[in-house]
């Protein structure tokens, strides 16, 4: 009995000790899941920190990059912070979206932003198998949480946090949008910030058009990007590739025969980066910066607010042609290249290279100016250096990165040799538009934005000698009803002091200086194509050059710094090629001047409309005086200056091979009318070429930074030679593109013409015009 009864009550205690152990595990588990439950509760309500707020998840935040596209519907570049431009989810193709599913959250169409099997095994073996985040998860990191804190508690409250707000975005979105949003937020690095533009650094294409092996490079790098950088570490990227096959294989997204195959594709990219340096019309998209600026503070946001072109996704549209911006690039490239060679060969005798016809004072002056406007000249000031400590600073070889034809150079260099080295170099620039519409088709600055930011189209001046005299030849046709048959006498011409505001004597000479250039008669179309300077002073006597300066001002010039006398007519002002080219395309539209357009269209990220370009136009000449304007141009390509455009009778000379870029042009005179102007200035310092189409006008102008780096004789430093060449390279490839519809049919003649253009009618053959003897001018 008392057996039975001590066995009893040590089952009973047994019992107890049980009952008690059951007791503490559920009060326990019950403390565990309050805790938890109280963890969520005080997450979301901001204890632990602030939570989004419904309109932060109804709107995430996003730095959406300002897209610029061309009028063939290209992207020339962005403004961004961020180099982010969304993408909708039926632009993705769904082998990308199935490998994210398949390689980053497996069972992402069945839970609602947790991923409660996920969470266990990672708590259970402590992540080895395989980390527990979401999609949304991380979605919800990348939007609200992206500081990750250094503590253990702080880490767990943070992912307290991102349980929270992937459960509400889970509630807030369908699955397609969050899978959206993930791609088009995350970063993966080199300025790829977005699936848009990871798609086109790495592989140059649209998301839509990436390949499967392609999409799996990409959602490899989405575990850390900056580890898997295919740039940097191509065989593990292909590692990683594979491993991304092999998931879409195990979750039945492809086959295993499909995987085997993808898995022996070697791995490609095509590595396009995007900077603001980077990417073709780099000029063109600081001159719109300048334009966006200036309406973005005439235009406002509905809600008073300024957009933001940094952040705000606004879409850009505008004229420029994504293909005749890459042939001027090239034309500009080519040419200018093969022009530096030449240069530099001159140079090798040159004591005061690159300079020359200037004292060692006055290149000292230069170089010292130099200084004072560089950037290691700002950052030394504002460390506090003296001049003295500064200037020597530049005698100190540096070691550094210089621009050269051939690809960038590490060197060693003092920033004084650099400032010699860098005003070297031969600069251009060139525009090209539409003279019915105003709408600028190709627009080049400079020869590598990276190392030359100033702007040549727009932003610089430069002297503009022979191109400005068809504004005088305009001018006299108009006012005095001439034709291009008309002669006048090749002698010298003298405008008297006091006379149209000269306070001297004004005799120009004519270039060649030989005493038979001032013997005879000539006619204005020969006058102006071989630039007779004795012609065109006797045109601005009998105008007057008040006139002259009127004209242009119409033509969309800025007159305020060309002084109201008889010299402008050779060319003595400073004018932009943006002018020029504008002004120069009013004689192709008939007579009206239409202002340059460089922007068509503004929407905001949604699509709607915030700008629509409406032309600005206003009749300058008549018909008549704007056609036979372009009848005296054709005669420059006719037996002109431009004549190098015509034929190859050349082809064999050394100096055409070596300065004359993509000779012969073969642009025949019976098949392509070419009306146009080269200009040269005092000392070579400036070439000029404007060279018009019935429905193209196109200006270059070549020079150095300083007006003293020139070649040393005319035969290389003319116009024909330094900027006519861009034209013909650029025209060739606009030409042979079938896509383009330039034109090669005739100038558009007016129905009726009162001015003979027919020289063979008017007196004697075209082809012998000295010989001939039309109407004689009197003055």
């Not at 080895?128 to 999609?135: D, N, Q, V, Y």
């Not at 790829?192 to 490899?220: M, Q």
């Not at 969309?556 to 120069?584: C, H, K, Q, R, W």
């Not at 009318?673 to 310092?685: E, F, L």
């Amino acid at each position: 009995m008392a057996k039975t009864s001590g066995k009893a009550k040590k089952e009973a205690e047994k019992q107890n000790t049980y009952s008690r152990y059951k007791s503490w595990f559920w009060a326990i588990f019950a403390i565990g899941i309050s805790a938890i439950v109280l963890l969520f509760l005080l997450a979301s309500w901001g204890v632990f920190g602030t939570m989004p707020t419904f309109e932060e998840l109804e709107n995430p935040e996003t730095n959406l990059a300002t897209e610029i596209f061309s009028s063939d519907g290209e992207t020339l570049g962005k403004y961004y912070n961020e180099n982010r431009t969304p993408v909708k989810y039926e632009d993705l193709p769904q082998h990308l979206v199935d490998a994210l599913v398949a390689t980053e959250d497996e069972r992402f169409y069945d839970h609602s932003g947790i991923d409660a099997r996920g969470t266990l095994r990672a708590a259970v073996y402590l992540g080895e198998r395989g980390g527990a985040s979401t999609i949304s998860q991380q979605l919800a990191k990348q939007l609200f949480t992206q500081d990750v804190s250094q503590s253990f508690v702080g880490r767990v409250m943070q992912k307290f946090k991102e349980w929270i707000i992937a459960t509400r975005l889970e509630r807030q979105y369908t699955k397609e949008e969050i899978i959206t949003m993930y791609l088009n937020k995350y970063d993966f690095i080199y300025q790829a910030v977005g699936i848009r533009s990871a798609a086109k650094i790495y592989f140059n294409k649209e998301p839509k058009d990436l390949t499967l092996e392609e999409s799996a490079v990409l959602v490899g790098m989405l575990v850390n990007s900056a580890y898997y950088n295919p740039v940097r570490r191509p065989e593990l990227v292909e590692q990683r590739r594979n491993t991304v096959l092999g998931q879409m294989e195990k979750n039945d997204y492809i086959t295993e025969e499909e995987k085997d195959s993808l898995q022996q594709i070697p791995m490609e990219i095509t590595f396009t980066p995007q900077g603001h340096d980077e990417g073709i019309a780099t000029y063109f998209r600081v001159y719109l910066q300048g334009f966006m600026k200036d309406w973005i503070e005439k235009n406002p946001k509905p809600d008073g607010g300024k957009y933001n072109i940094y952040r705000d996704g606004l879409k850009i549209y505008t004229s420029i042609d994504s293909r005749m911006q890459e042939y001027a690039e090239e034309a500009v490239h080519m040419h200018i290249a093969n022009l530096q060679k030449e240069f530099d060969k001159q140079n090798k005798n040159n004591k005061t290279a690159p300079f020359r016809d200037i004292s060692n004072e006055e290149i000292e002056k230069l170089v010292t100016d130099a200084m004072r406007r560089s950037e290691r000249w700002r950052i030394l000031k504002d460390k506090g250096l003296s001049n003295e400590e500064i200037i020597k600073s530049f005698d100190t070889p540096t070691q550094m990165e210089v621009f050269s034809w051939k690809g960038n150079i590490d060197t060693l260099m003092t920033p004084r040799d650099s400032i010699f080295y860098y005003k070297s170099f031969f600069q251009a620039g060139m525009m090209s538009m539409t003279p019915q519409t105003g709408e600028v088709k190709a627009w080049v600055g400079g020869t590598n934005f990276k190392h030359f930011k100033y702007d040549h189209v727009k932003q610089g001046k430069r002297q503009v000698g022979s191109t400005f005299k068809p504004f005088v030849y305009a001018t006299a046709i108009d006012q005095l009803h001439l034709s291009p048959c008309d002669t006048l006498p090749k002698s010298l011409h003298t405008i008297e002091a006091g006379k149209h505001g000269n306070q001297n004597d004004w005799t120009p000479k004519n270039s060649g200086g030989k005493d038979d250039d001032y013997v005879g008669m000539v006619s204005l179309k020969r006058g102006l194509a071989e630039s007779i300077n004795t012609v065109t002073a006797r045109l601005i006597d009998r105008t007057g050059p008040k006139p002259v300066i009127d004209l242009v001002g119409q033509l969309g010039i800025d007159t305020e710094n060309i002084p109201e006398v008889p010299s402008i007519a050779l060319g003595t002002a400073d004018l932009s090629v943006f002018e020029m080219v504008s002004a120069y395309s009013t004689f192709v539209n008939e007579g009206v001047y239409v202002k340059p357009v460089i922007v068509t269209r503004i929407e905001d990220k949604n699509g709607t409309i915030l700008y629509q370009h409406v032309p600005q136009t206003r009749d300058v000449l008549s018909q008549e005086a704007a056609y036979v304007t372009l009848n005296l141009l054709e005669g420059v390509t006719q037996y002109g200056s431009g004549t190098r455009l015509r034929g190859d009778w050349a082809v064999n000379d050394p100096y055409y091979k070596s300065v004359v870029t993509g000779y012969p042009y073969n642009f025949h005179r019976e098949e392509i009318p070419i009306a146009g102007k080269t200009g040269t200035t005092q000392n070579q310092s400036d070439g000029w070429f404007i060279g018009m189409v019935p429905n193209l006008a196109t200006g270059v102008w070549v020079g150095a930074e300083d007006r003293a780096v020139h070649f040393g004789n005319i035969r290389y430093g003319q116009g024909a030679a330094m900027a006519l060449p861009i034209w013909g390279v650029y025209m060739k490839k606009v030409y042979a593109d079938k896509d383009l519809t330039v034109e090669k049919g005739p100038f558009p003649r007016p129905e009726v013409l009162t001015i003979q253009t027919d020289c063979s009618s008017y007196g004697l053959d075209d082809s012998n015009e000295e010989d001939r003897l039309p109407d004689e001018l009197d003055f």
